[in-house]
């Protein structure tokens, strides 16, 4: 099952002192209605009984997919070990699940769209590596003195067409400023080709 806790926060629009709950870990196949909310982002949003705003807890959980043996974790904070859940994760790994950490949130729901393609996420971030440095490269050339650019660049989905198979992922240096730009599958070497959609050679 999923757990869930409990804590007294104020809430930052109005001040009163609020019950809000968060989760610690969400089991999807267990409860798949919580899947959505962790995709819209609102897993840990709680309303303000008082003045009836939003209150967004920011805190990492577990996403455990039993159908799959996938379990991602959203870490905000590296140094807070818990030895207790480290053990249940290692023990999961030595049953096949495939285990991946991120301090992101939008890296966490780039992991679930990927395997929900039934996707080597490995190669896919090879690919979006490549692809980022690219445009991080060619972007040097008409980038003023003082301007930063650094792209980010989110898998999106794979497009299957007649004859071509791409990956689209969406790039962008600004969220109000997203592009699509797409990866031929034949630019992939024999061996990523072969595990492009072989999610299995991730076990240990």
Known sequence: MSLENEIFQNCPNCG?????????????????????????GKLNTNTCSNCDKEIDLISGFLYHDMQNRIMLELAFEDGNDDSGKNEIINNLIQQGYIYRKTNEYGRLIEKINIFDNKLNDLIIQDISIK???????????????????????????????????????????????????????KNLNSTDKKNLHNIDVLRS
């Open 131 to 185: 692809m980022k440095e690219m445009l991080d490269e060619s972007i040097k050339n008409v980038q003023e003195e003082n301007e930063d650019f650094n792209f980010t660049v989110i898998f999106n989905k794979m497009e299957s067409g007649l004859f071509k198979k791409k990956i689209s992922f969406h790039c962008f240096s600004h969220p109000s400023q997203i592009m699509e730009i797409k990866y031929d599958l």
């Open 16 to 40: 009163s002192e609020q019950k809000v709950r968060y989760y610690q870990s969400v089991n999807i196949t267990l409860q798949p209605e919580l899947k959505n909310k962790v995709l819209s």
